[in-house]
């Protein structure tokens, strides 16, 4: 699905496989925010994030520049609604490609998350 900043907002699927800890590329191109909806069924656990300059290309950590660490959300459970503010938010600004990574194997069923993205 190609996006645009004129859409201003779109909520997007990405999925994490059975067994796995990183999901499927999130294009966020053209968005600054973005809103995370775990599943019911998530594993609770902190998120990181890698990204790419490119849909194909190889993901990297995205890391603070200011202490070299993770852009990490606290452990979060099921069932919840995570919006991005402060240094995770400038941490991805300029990161149009990103996959969400679970600290925990997500195991027994496919998880799919909604990320909502807006301008």
């Known amino acids: 699905m190609s996006l645009r900043a004129q859409d201003k907002i779109v ?3 990405v999925t994490i496989a059975i067994n796995g800890k990183t999901s499927s ?13 775990l599943p019911a069924d998530w594993i609770t656990g902190t998120i990181t994030f890698t990204g790419c300059d490119t849909e194909d290309g190889t993901f990297l950590p995205i890391v603070h520049a200011n202490d070299v660490g993770a852009a ?24 149009p490609f990103i996959k969400i990574v679970a600290e925990n194997t997500q195991t027994t069923t496919i998880k799919t998350i909604k990320v909502t993205l807006a301008g």
């Not at 590329?25 to 909806?37: E, N, Q």
């Not at 459970?77 to 991005?84: E, G, R, V």
């Open 11 to 13: 909520t997007v699927k």
């Open 25 to 37: 590329v999130l294009d966020k191109s053209y968005f600054r925010h973005m809103a995370i909806f």
């Open 72 to 95: 990490t959300i606290a452990s979060v459970a099921a069932s919840q609604c995570i919006t991005l503010n402060g240094e995770i938010l400038e941490a991805l600004l300029a990161v």
